[in-house]
Nanobody, 115 residues
């Protein structure tokens, strides 16, 4: 059974940093691409960053240069380092993996950027 568990969210002031983690189980982690998404109140869930199994990353334009996605295959964990946070980054952040055509999501972790 595929399970994803996010952690690391919280309240941070504008300009601050957070590192989100997503621990995966039930999959051969190193063989799967991983992604981070976010959903702000009243908005649709949007893709934020993706990391291929070969280590290629890409980002939505609004976070380029500020966010970094990475993975530790030994720990079955994907990370999202978020720097220079802005109030517009406030959202619930989710990680996702697609396995055999099925999408699996974590429960989400709240990130609030406010002074």
């Amino acid at each position: 059974q595929v399970q994803l568990v996010e952690s690391g969210g919280g309240l941070v002031q504008p300009g601050g940093s957070l590192r989100l983690s997503c621990a995966a189980s039930g999959i051969i982690f190193r063989l799967n691409a991983m992604g981070w998404y976010r959903q702000a109140p009243g908005n649709q869930r949007e893709w934020v960053a993706g990391l291929s199994r070969l280590g290629r990353s890409n980002y939505v334009d609004s976070v380029k240069g500020r966010f970094t996605i990475s993975r530790d295959n030994a720990k079955n964990t994907v990370y999202l380092q978020m720097n220079s946070l802005k109030p517009d980054d406030t959202a619930v952040y989710y990680c996702k993996v697609s396995v055999d055509g099925n999408d699996y999501w974590g429960q989400g972790t709240q990130v609030t950027v406010s002074s």
